[in-house]
Antibody, heavy 121, light 109 residues
Framework: QVQLQESGPGLVKPSETLSLTCAVS?????????WSWVRQPPGKGLEWIGD???????NFNPSLKSRVTISVDESNNQLSLKLSSVTDADTAVYYC??????????????WGQGILVTVSS | QSALTQPASVSGSPGQSITISCTGS?????????VSWYQQHPGKAPQLIIY???SRPSGVSDRFSGSKSGNTASLTISGLQPDDEAHYHC?????????FGGGTKLTVL
């Protein structure tokens, strides 16, 4: 059974860098066709942050592209997200997600439980 | 890029059917059959209920169905049950981007 668990600081100061990891159990982090990060500001809808594909190609939300880094850490079997120069608008629950099967469709079949990150001084 | 457009809320009585629309453009929904739908209960992560416009993951009730016409995708829930009360989100995938709708709150009266 694939399980995803996000972790990282729950509080980040404005202008600093938000850093999160997504620990993967029950599967290898390198086998899915893609991984994604998605966020959800309190009381609002979902927002796509970016994808990383098998092989390392990335796509990012144009509104976040200049501030986002997504990478895969095979040695620790985890996914990471870095978002620089954060502001209050980056306060959200952050999720990692992947497809249902390694070579499957483009729906988010597995999600982590999410981690609330608050940007505040 | 613009988000997909969903109604903010819909409602229905137990046993009834409801449909939630998700409108995009010819650059996303209209040109790709990669629309997915998610159910989200309060405080929980979203759960995939429809992928590739029409397909249901194993374990998802056949009361949930998806369709598409032009630039608009739709989710239909038949035989409404109290546990269907939740937020529903649509998403589209293209080779360069993903979009989400704003989410729809379903109330089962």
């Amino acid at each position: 059974q694939v399980q995803l668990q996000e972790s990282g600081p729950g509080l980040v100061k404005p202008s600093e860098t938000l850093s999160l990891t997504c620990a993967v159990s029950g599967a290898s982090v390198i086998t899915p066709k893609w991984w994604s990060w998605v966020r959800q500001p309190p009381g609002k809808g979902l927002e796509w942050i970016g994808d990383i594909y098998r092989g390392g190609t990335t796509n990012f939300n144009p509104s976040l592209k200049s501030r986002v880094t997504i990478s895969v850490d095979e040695s620790n079997n985890q996914l990471s997200l870095k978002l620089s120069s954060v502001t209050d608008a980056d306060t959200a629950v952050y999720y990692c997600a992947r497809p249902r099967s390694d070579n499957g469709d483009y729906g988010f079949g597995y999600w982590g439980q999410g981690i609330l990150v608050t940007v505040s001084s | 890029q613009s988000a997909l457009t969903q109604p903010a809320s819909v409602s229905g009585s137990p046993g009834q059917s409801i449909t939630i629309s998700c409108t995009g453009s010819s650059s996303d929904i209209g040109n790709y059959n990669y629309v997915s739908w998610y159910q989200q209960h309060p405080g929980k992560a979203p759960q995939l209920i429809i992928y590739d416009v029409y397909s249901r993951p194993s374990g998802v009730s056949d009361r949930f169905s998806g369709s598409k016409s032009g630039n608009t995708a739709s989710l239909t829930i038949s035989g409404l049950q109290p546990d269907d009360e939740a937020h529903y989100h649509c998403s589209s995938y293209t080779i360069i981007t993903r979009l989400f709708g704003g989410g729809t709150k379903l109330t089962v009266l």
